[in-house]
């Protein structure tokens, strides 16, 4: 073992009982368990944020299979590797069982072009696939490649978990840091945990980092407090991609929390992780519009006012201020009573726009003011609403084909209850 290399490379399992996390795919009994044991493996992606074990699993397949072992990565090999790596699986004088495994990190990378000349080898077994990735494959990679290959999704690891792995470091005399006398307090490890978001390569690095840095006491231990481990690690790293899928993720978590009436605490979680990641307060500020339209609606039509009126100022005044417009809108979006009765009512019209014989102006609401159109009977018969009780005339609006279709369900909510009630009445 290089004692220079990272300690995260170090302590890499070697088996699947010493692998941490992702028991949901990987656990005793599990399909991928079962594939990797039996070494019965079929071609698959590995898909999830980074220090979740990607990696270390198709590790642990190389030492765990027969057949030979070839790692790329796609940001140094392309279309010359993949052949290469298909001739020496079909030279059955060196390679008897006419297949190899190959790894294939960061394979969002590879363009269409380079997964196409991978998806034939693939699809006749020469090649068993291991694909790891950040990105959403639905997104990146190949339908072609994708039908071909099981999708396996790894979730950040938890607090346990990681504490498991530092454990483990400071024990292990061979790989780890064992050979130090190391004393760190319960603050300080919570700190690299917490810090590390659910990746085990970050909590690795800044644990090593605290324990190579710190000189011994007088008693020759290491000791590190909270003070050295936030030294090590300062900031969390936000997992946040404006192109990939947890940006996706995030906002929608944004709009249903507005969507749900009082839900502010949740709102401002995620309007957090869309301002601390970089997110264009523009966009932020669409969603907050919509919003206001589509799910508060005439429950509360103030709520449009604001959101339109947020944008506007964010654009005049910019970041840091922006923050505080952007989080007064859609708190007031949160915590405004809610209906959708105008979104839905709308895409019920047009459905009926689209796939119904929907008829024609009726003659007493067409235009009369045109030469020729009275002539043609345009506009006779219509009742002027300003000439009753309450500017209501009682006459066809909706063309003959659609006569007594109701669009409009208003709700018993806020503003909108008002409407409800005399609607009601009058239908």
């Given at each position: 073992?290089?004692?220079?290399?990272p300690l995260a490379a170090r302590m890499r399992p070697d088996t699947l009982e010493e692998f941490v996390g992702q028991q949901h795919?990987?656990?005793?009994?599990?399909?991928?368990?079962?594939?990797?044991?039996?070494?019965?493996?079929?071609?698959?992606?590995?898909?999830?944020?980074?220090?979740?074990?990607?990696?270390?699993?198709?590790?642990?397949?190389?030492?765990?299979?027969?057949?030979?072992?070839?790692?790329?990565?796609?940001?140094?090999?392309?279309?010359?590797?993949?052949?290469?790596?298909?001739?020496?699986?079909?030279?059955?004088?060196?390679?008897?069982?006419?297949?190899?495994?190959?790894?294939?990190?960061?394979?969002?990378?590879?363009?269409?072009?380079?997964?196409?000349?991978?998806?034939?080898?693939?699809?006749?077994?020469?090649?068993?696939?291991?694909?790891?990735?950040?990105?959403?494959?639905?997104?990146?990679?190949?339908?072609?490649?994708?039908?071909?290959?099981?999708?396996?999704?790894?979730?950040?690891?938890?607090?346990?978990?990681?504490?498991?792995?530092?454990?483990?470091?400071?024990?292990?005399?061979?790989?780890?840091?064992?050979?130090?006398?190391?004393?760190?307090?319960?603050?300080?490890?919570?700190?690299?945990?917490?810090?590390?978001?659910?990746?085990?390569?970050?909590?690795?690095?800044?644990l090593e980092l605290a324990v190579l840095t710190t000189p011994p006491n007088e008693d020759g231990k290491i000791y590190i407090d909270?003070?050295?481990?936030?030294?090590?690690?300062?900031?969390?790293?936000?997992?946040?991609?404006?192109?990939?899928?947890?940006?996706?993720?995030?906002?929608?978590?944004?709009?249903?929390?507005?969507?749900?009436?009082?839900?502010?605490?949740?709102?401002?979680?995620?309007?957090?992780?869309?301002?601390?990641?970089?997110?264009?307060?523009?966009?932020?500020?669409?969603?907050?519009?919509?919003?206001?339209?589509?799910?508060?609606?005439?429950?509360?039509?103030?709520?449009?006012?604001?959101?339109?009126?947020?944008?506007?100022?964010?654009?005049?005044?910019?970041?840091?201020?922006?923050?505080?417009?952007?989080?007064?809108?859609?708190?007031?979006?949160?915590?405004?009573?809610?209906?959708?009765?105008?979104?839905?009512?709308?895409?019920?019209?047009?459905?009926?726009?689209?796939?119904?014989?929907?008829?024609?102006?009726?003659?007493?609401?067409?235009?009369?003011?045109?030469?020729?159109?009275?002539?043609?009977?345009?506009?006779?018969?219509?009742?002027?609403?300003?000439?009753?009780?309450?500017?209501?005339?009682?006459?066809?609006?909706?063309?003959?084909?659609?006569?007594?279709?109701?669009?409009?369900?208003?709700?018993?909510?806020?503003?909108?209850?008002?409407?409800k009630k005399v609607l009601d009445q009058l239908r």
């Amino acid at each position: 073992m290089d004692k220079n290399m990272p300690l995260a490379a170090r302590m890499r399992p070697d088996t699947l009982e010493e692998f941490v996390g992702q028991q949901h795919i990987i656990g005793k009994n599990k399909l991928l368990y079962r594939a990797i044991k039996s070494d019965r493996l079929s071609s698959v992606i590995f898909y999830g944020p980074p220090g979740t074990g990607k990696t270390t699993l198709a590790h642990i397949i190389s030492r765990e299979t027969k057949y030979p072992f070839k790692k790329l990565n796609a940001t140094t090999s392309g279309v010359k590797e993949i052949r290469e790596t298909a001739e020496e699986a079909q030279n059955y004088l060196l390679n008897p069982k006419g297949r190899v495994i190959l790894f294939y990190d960061e394979i969002h990378r590879l363009n269409k072009g380079q997964q196409d000349v991978l998806l034939p080898y693939v699809e006749d077994g020469t090649i068993i696939l291991i694909g790891a990735t950040t990105e959403n494959p639905y997104f990146e990679v190949n339908k072609a490649l994708l039908s071909r290959s099981t999708v396996f999704k790894f979730e950040m690891l938890s607090w346990q978990e990681i504490k498991v792995i530092l454990d483990r470091c400071l024990e292990d005399k061979e790989r780890g840091l064992g050979n130090y006398t190391v004393e760190i307090t319960d603050e300080a490890v919570d700190h690299i945990i917490r810090l590390s978001d659910g990746d085990a390569r970050v909590a690795m690095n800044a644990l090593e980092l605290a324990v190579l840095t710190t000189p011994p006491n007088e008693d020759g231990k290491i000791y590190i407090d909270l003070e050295v481990a936030q030294d090590c690690i300062q900031q969390k790293a936000i997992k946040y991609d404006k192109d990939g899928d947890n940006h996706y993720d995030v906002i929608s978590a944004f709009i249903k929390s507005m969507r749900n009436y009082m839900e502010p605490d949740a709102v401002l979680h995620w309007l957090a992780r869309l301002v601390e990641s970089g997110e264009k307060p523009e966009f932020i500020a669409r969603r907050i519009i919509i919003s206001a339209a589509e799910d508060v609606g005439l429950a509360n039509p103030a709520a449009l006012q604001v959101a339109v009126a947020a944008a506007q100022a964010v654009e005049r005044i910019g970041w840091p201020e922006g923050k505080i417009v952007l989080a007064m809108a859609a708190l007031f979006v949160a915590c405004s009573p809610k209906s959708n009765s105008a979104c839905v009512g709308i895409e019920k019209a047009l459905e009926d726009v689209r796939t119904k014989n929907v008829g024609t102006v009726p003659i007493h609401l067409r235009d009369s003011s045109y030469r020729g159109a009275k002539e043609m009977g345009h506009g006779i018969g219509y009742k002027y609403s300003h000439d009753y009780p309450g500017a209501r005339a009682i006459q066809q609006y909706l063309p003959r084909e659609l006569k007594g279709v109701k669009y409009y369900t208003p709700k018993n909510s806020g503003w909108e209850a008002n409407i409800k009630k005399v609607l009601d009445q009058l239908r």
